[in-house]
């Protein structure tokens, strides 16, 4: 397993620029199709608080908003859920998101932030930890465009592939992309696609870089500071938010 993990690494330069190439065209679409704000944007009688969660496939996102949501009473939303929520409604766009998480490929924004501004919307709490999103420039362009917000702090769980693939390919929790082959094209989107964003989020000093190797009771006691050091942002109130 560990074997094909290792030529995977040779592999991604390759693939690397057919993918950041097909981003671009999807990015320079998306952007001429919005000089204006899509579908609205919301507005909170409070001023939200937004966490972005990023990490590779399997880097523990979901297993630390858990423990983020019962210390610091955050509302989770995670757009893998979200989106798996969808094929199993059968709804219109279950067929497509199904292929492309199968394909471990990103599904268009606008599909993605429309379920994730729905549960913001009709959510009493302000203080939201969007997991798993943005996955690419595209995503995180389509949040501001439609949600009219950025977030406050990006939380990026930093995990040697090896466990990646380890903790992924012994999760168990019967995810159709939970197989090598889905793996290695999920890790390959991370380097081409996501990384980009966490670098974005970097250079505007948004970023907080937590070593996820580790139990979760250790990872956790690098995210827990993070969150007492805003305590003071998230009690404000503030005017509704339009942006
Ligand atoms: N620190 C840890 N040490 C060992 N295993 C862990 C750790 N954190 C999480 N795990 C386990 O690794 C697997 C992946 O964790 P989790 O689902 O939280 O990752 P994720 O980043 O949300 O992945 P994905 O992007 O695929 O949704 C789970 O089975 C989880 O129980
Ligand atoms: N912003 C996103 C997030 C996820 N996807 C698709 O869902 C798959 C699983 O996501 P997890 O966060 O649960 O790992 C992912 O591989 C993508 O296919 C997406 O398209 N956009
Ligand atoms: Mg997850």
New binding site residues.
Partial sequence: MWRRVISLSSSISSSKSTLSNQAAYRLKVWESLTTEPKGGIVSWDKTPFITFVL?G????????CEKIVETFGFTHLSA?DLLRREIASNSKDGTMILKAVIEGKIVPSEVTVKLIKKEMESSDNVKFLI??FPRTEENRIAFEQMIGAEPNIVLY?DCPEKEMVE??L??NQGRVDDNINTMEKRLKVFEALSLPVINYYSNKGKLHKID?V???DE?FEQVRPIFDACKDNWSTTGDKMRI
Avoid: E, N
Avoid at 57 to 64: I, M, N
């Fill in positions: 990490g496939p399997g880097s523990g996102k979901g297993t630390q893998g997991d798993g769980f903790r992924v012994s999760r996820a580790g139990t979760v990872i």
